[in-house]
């Protein structure tokens, strides 16, 4: 029977392998037929005008952080509601502290006026 870290070196070194492989293979075997119409940015569908560089506000990093942050708590909020019974006090007091924490970032963004778009 192998070991617990011999398993997870045996599967870390296969994702890495794997990851390699997948990054590298369309590289030699993918077909190569450059021209100008291939090396053009493509905007679904839509031809492009204007410098693609250009800048974005920071409203919107900062708009699809916010989302980020409450996706990864219903992340979260699922499990624990699923345990809950089983929990306790503990567990309750805990994502009490959790949604409180989340609350006020909510208020910092709302205060901040981050969640409109101008």
Same mark, same amino acid.
């Given at each position: 029977?192998?070991?617990? $870290?011999?398993? $997870? &070196? %045996?599967?870390? +070194?296969?994702?890495?392998? @794997?990851?390699?492989? =997948? +990054? &590298?293979?369309?590289?030699?075997? /993918?077909?190569?037929?450059?021209? #100008?119409? #291939?090396?053009?940015? !493509?905007?679904?569908? %839509? %031809? ?6 250009? +800048?974005?506000? %920071?409203? @919107? !990093?900062? @708009?699809? &952080? ?8 219903? &992340? ?6 699923? $345990?809950? #019974? ?10 009490? *502290?959790?949604? =409180? *924490?989340? +609350?006020? /970032?909510?208020? @910092? ?10």
């Amino acid at each position: 029977m192998p070991t617990p $870290i011999l398993v $997870i &070196l %045996v599967f870390g +070194a296969m994702a890495v392998v @794997f990851g390699m492989v =997948g +990054a &590298l293979l369309p590289r030699f075997v /993918g077909p190569r037929t450059p021209g #100008k119409e #291939k090396e053009r940015a !493509y905007e679904c569908g %839509v %031809v492009e005008s204007g410098d693609p560089w250009s +800048a974005s506000r %920071v409203q @919107f !990093y900062f @708009f699809a &952080l916010i989302f980020l942050v409450f996706d990864v708590e219903a &992340l979260f909020l699922f499990p624990w509601a699923v $345990i809950f #019974k089983d929990a306790g006090w503990l567990g309750f007091w805990e994502m009490l *502290v959790f949604l =409180g *924490v989340l +609350a006020l /970032g909510w208020g @910092f963004a709302w205060r901040t006026r981050s969640l409109e778009w101008e």
